[in-house]
């Protein structure tokens, strides 16, 4: 046999494509030859795999080796190959079944001695080899509990080379080499994120943070320090209902891919967080990376809370680079090795001060800013940003006689049942929130009564409101409805959902 046949999986961002590799070997001079648009750490795979198959026990064939990984048109990156590209090899050697060899999936990284180590993005490459119809799969050890969460995958994991060589067949001894670990995750994937009732007064930004809950609205607090911003920020994932299945599988895979998840805790159910200092680079919150980019923060809070306090301290790169997510729900990341897609349809929280003393509150009498200063520090925050920002609030300094609200399991109940209105009636369509659904869709569904929308229309000619947020002011008021159990909003929703937008200014 002069022919081996394996599977491995490519990902190019989120999405997986199943890739066959050959291996063929010619009776010419020993070479290793690896095509099929590899990157440069696929490439050094020649190395280690020639040394995992020698520390094995296994002979290695002197021959010339071709290896190709098809579709050769595809761009593939990264030492997840390595396995297949073994067991092919060793399959066209006749050492193992290739038969049974070359039905299988295959991902894994080699150590030089053998060993198989684990790699990042397992759960969606298992996913795409099932819906390919490749349910056999072999992986690392330490990616079994991750590889197992797919439905319909038939997976085995190994802790060496030998060791699956020996699952074919294959005349070797598998050595008693002790299994490579999982990486444990940077961090927790979740916090605690405490209690609503921690907050003492603060009754508008209270309700604020309930209706962006509701309808999955981006939310800007502009406040002195120490009136609550953070901590009402923090306690907004506590609102939100658990993943369903779809967005669980979608937000793990992402987690997976930029090496954030632990499969000990099984799929990521409850919506993440992510709070990136403020001298985050433009890679660091949507992705980068050399070759083909990895997720950042905005991809990693995929259906929870990006949360950037002091945002008028962000780059204008940073904040910029959000205005596509923030529209489209996706980020596109173009690199010279292609283009990847990473899903980002998340919930932004903004908290600034309103001035860089921060003291410009009231009348203003403790800032020691000039105007100038003031204006110049919160239009860092541009209009094409804030345009995209459904609800505004201003918090006043905190009281000693500010009260305790309702705790977080309260308003999480209100919340849910606001969801629950919004998924029965959007059952037929493809979103799930009001923050999603387009403006021309709500405004059918209001009638031809031009009443309810007179406020809008005021706004728009005076220039208060531009269309998109007309379009957003309704997607507010449809979630004013949905918390006050109503079918449709009134003209009241529309007008507190104007003043939610404005901050009472301009309504």
Same mark, same amino acid.
């Given at each position: 046999?002069?022919?081996? #046949?394996?599977?491995?999986?490519?990902?190019?961002?989120?999405?997986?494509?199943?890739?066959?590799?050959?291996?063929?070997?010619?009776?010419?001079?020993?070479?290793?030859?690896?095509?099929?648009?590899?990157?440069?750490?696929?490439?050094?795979?020649?190395?280690?795999?020639?040394?995992?198959?020698?520390?094995?026990?296994?002979?290695?064939?002197?021959?010339?080796?071709?290896?190709?990984?098809?579709?050769?048109?595809?761009?593939?990156?990264?030492?997840?190959?390595?396995?297949?590209?073994?067991?092919?090899?060793?399959?066209?050697?006749?050492?193992?079944?290739?038969?049974?060899?070359?039905?299988?999936?295959?991902?894994?990284?080699?150590?030089?001695?053998? #060993?198989? #180590?684990?790699?990042?993005?397992?759960?969606?490459?298992?996913?795409?080899?099932?819906?390919?119809?490749?349910?056999?799969?072999?992986?690392?050890?330490?990616?079994?509990?991750?590889?197992?969460?797919?439905?319909? *995958?038939?997976?085995?994991?190994? *802790?060496?080379?030998?060791?699956?060589?020996?699952?074919?067949?294959?005349?070797?001894?598998?050595?008693?080499?002790?299994?490579?670990?999982?990486?444990?995750?940077?961090?927790?994937?979740?916090?605690?994120?405490?209690?609503?009732?921690?907050?003492?007064?603060?009754?508008?930004?209270?309700?604020?943070?309930?209706?962006?809950?509701?309808?999955?609205?981006?939310?800007?607090?502009?406040? !002195?320090?120490?009136?609550?911003?953070?901590?009402?920020?923090?306690?907004?994932?506590?609102?939100?209902?658990?993943?369903?299945?779809?967005?669980?599988?979608?937000?793990?895979?992402? =987690?997976?891919?930029?090496?954030?998840?632990?499969?000990?805790?099984?799929?990521?159910?409850?919506?993440?967080?992510?709070?990136?200092?403020?001298?985050?680079?433009?890679?660091?919150?949507?992705?980068?990376?050399?070759?083909?980019?990895?997720?950042?923060?905005?991809?990693?809070?995929?259906?929870?809370?990006?949360?950037?306090?002091?945002?008028?301290?962000?780059?204008?790169?940073?904040?910029?680079?959000?205005?596509?997510?923030?529209? =489209?729900?996706?980020?596109?990341?173009?690199?010279?090795?292609?283009?990847?897609?990473?899903? !980002?349809?998340?919930?932004?929280?903004?908290?600034?001060?309103?001035?860089?003393?921060?003291?410009?509150?009231?009348?203003?009498?403790?800032?020691?800013?000039?105007?100038?200063?003031?204006?110049?520090?919160?239009?860092?925050?541009?209009?094409?940003?804030?345009? #995209?920002?459904?609800?505004?609030?201003?918090?006043?300094?905190?009281?000693?006689?500010?009260?305790?609200?309702?705790?977080?399991?309260?308003?999480?109940?209100?919340?849910? !049942? !606001?969801?629950?209105?919004?998924?029965?009636?959007?059952?037929?369509?493809?979103?799930?929130?009001?923050?999603?659904?387009?403006?021309?869709?709500?405004?059918?569904?209001?009638?031809?009564?031009?009443?309810?929308?007179?406020?809008?229309?005021?706004?728009?000619?005076?220039?208060?409101?531009?269309?998109?947020?007309?379009?957003?002011?309704?997607?507010? *008021?449809?979630?004013?409805?949905?918390?006050?159990?109503?079918?449709?909003?009134?003209?009241?929703?529309?007008?507190?959902?104007?003043?939610?937008?404005?901050?009472? =200014?301009?309504?």
């Amino acid at each position: 046999m002069t022919l081996g #046949r394996s599977w491995a999986v490519a990902l190019v961002g989120l999405a997986a494509h199943v890739v066959e590799v050959e291996a063929h070997l010619a009776p010419s001079l020993p070479a290793f030859t690896l095509v099929g648009l590899p990157d440069a750490a696929l490439a050094e795979a020649r190395d280690r795999v020639r040394a995992a198959v020698t520390s094995s026990g296994l002979p290695w064939p002197n021959r010339r080796i071709t290896v190709n990984l098809s579709p050769a048109a595809l761009p593939k990156s990264g030492s997840g190959f390595d396995l297949a590209i073994a067991v092919a090899t060793l399959a066209a050697a006749g050492l193992p079944d290739a038969e049974r060899a070359g039905a299988v999936v295959h991902l894994g990284e080699l150590g030089l001695d053998g #060993r198989l #180590r684990p790699v990042r993005g397992v759960l969606p490459a298992v996913a795409a080899a099932v819906a390919a119809g490749h349910p056999r799969v072999v992986v690392p050890a330490a990616n079994l509990a991750e590889a197992r969460l797919v439905p319909g *995958a038939l997976v085995v994991g190994a *802790a060496s080379l030998a060791e699956v060589a020996a699952l074919y067949g294959a005349p070797v001894a598998v050595p008693d080499l002790p299994a490579v670990g999982a990486e444990a995750p940077p961090g927790p994937a979740q916090e605690d994120c405490g209690d609503l009732a921690d907050v003492l007064g603060q009754d508008d930004a209270r309700h604020c943070l309930e209706v962006a809950a509701a309808g999955g609205h981006h939310l800007l607090m502009v406040g !002195a320090p120490g009136t609550g911003k953070t901590m009402l920020a923090a306690r907004l994932p506590g609102l939100l209902p658990d993943l369903d299945e779809a967005a669980a599988v979608e937000v793990t895979s992402v =987690h997976s891919v930029a090496g954030t998840f632990d499969p000990g805790a099984g799929l990521v159910r409850r919506p993440p967080f992510e709070d990136p200092h403020h001298t985050a680079t433009p890679a660091s919150v949507v992705g980068g990376g050399s070759g083909l980019p990895r997720p950042g923060a905005a991809s990693r809070a995929h259906r929870g809370v990006l949360f950037l306090d002091e945002a008028p301290e962000f780059t204008s790169a940073v904040l910029q680079t959000l205005r596509q997510p923030l529209e =489209h729900g996706e980020v596109v990341l173009h690199r010279a090795a292609g283009a990847a897609r990473y899903p !980002a349809r998340f919930q932004l929280v903004l908290a600034a001060n309103p001035c860089p003393c921060g003291r410009a509150v009231g009348r203003g009498l403790d800032c020691t800013c000039r105007s100038e200063q003031r204006r110049r520090y919160f239009a860092r925050l541009s209009g094409p940003l804030l345009d #995209r920002v459904d609800v505004q609030v201003e918090l006043e300094p905190a009281r000693a006689a500010g009260r305790a609200g309702d705790g977080s399991a309260v308003v999480a109940r209100r919340v849910a !049942a !606001a969801r629950a209105a919004q998924e029965q009636r959007l059952r037929t369509t493809p979103w799930r929130t009001n923050s999603e659904v387009p403006g021309r869709w709500l405004r059918d569904r209001l009638g031809p009564d031009r009443a309810a929308v007179a406020d809008l229309d005021r706004a728009l000619e005076r220039g208060t409101l531009s269309l998109r947020g007309v379009d957003r002011v309704l997607r507010v *008021a449809w979630t004013l409805a949905d918390l006050d159990g109503r079918a449709a909003p009134t003209r009241s929703d529309i007008g507190r959902a104007l003043l939610l937008r404005t901050r009472g =200014h301009g309504a």
